[in-house]
């Protein structure tokens, strides 16, 4: 006896309810059709809800990384990083000047992050985040004075590790890319 697709959905259920009399297993039993419809979507609804859940979160990893990194606040962004990205945070902090931090004061406005958009891949466990930052100071090469930028496009990679994400950096953040 071959077995159809159908066939093979409603068998759990003779399983999960086996007091139901052996015709109420037929797949055009109105009853049978309600109960698999209910459970497969709550089924459905429960994936989606942890999907959009992960993503939420990414997104939330990203700004914040990306407002404590460009407020200067770098204790703060690493906390949001991965522990291989923490060295960037580290170079970046090392290589402030007191000129770029009379600089970073004298700010007008406090640096905005706002999310473009996310690209995640939460089956391989990575992110995309592309966001873009204005009225921010970028000291962008070594031994030049920084400089205030309006705005730029910026994308972040996220990894999701020990049950958070974190973003991966490998190398400073930039415009463009």
């Known amino acids: 006896m071959a077995w159809n697709p159908i066939d093979l959905l409603y068998l759990p259920l003779s399983v999960i309810i086996p007091h139901l009399h052996p015709d109420s297993m037929n797949p055009s039993t109105p009853f049978l059709r309600l109960t698999l419809t209910t459970v497969i979507m709550y089924l459905l609804a429960a994936c989606q809800s942890s ?64 999310l473009l958009q996310l690209a995640a891949d939460t089956a391989e466990d990575n992110a995309r985040a592309y966001l873009r930052i204005q009225h921010f100071y970028s000291l962008d090469s070594l031994g030049k004075p920084g400089q205030t930028i309006e705005q730029a496009d910026i994308c972040l990679q996220l990894h999701f590790e020990s049950n958070e994400w974190k973003v991966r950096m490998v190398g400073p953040p930039q415009s463009g890319k």
Do not use: G, H, M
Request: charged share 25%.
């Open 51 to 114: 999907i959009l859940k992960q993503e939420q979160e990414a997104e939330e990893c990203a700004i914040r990384f990306a407002q404590s990194f460009y407020q200067f606040e770098l204790d703060e962004a690493l906390n949001y990083c991965t522990e291989d990205s923490r060295p960037w945070v580290v170079w970046l902090a090392s290589n402030i000047s007191q000129t770029d931090i009379d600089s970073i004061r004298q700010l007008q406005e406090a640096p905005t992050v706002k």
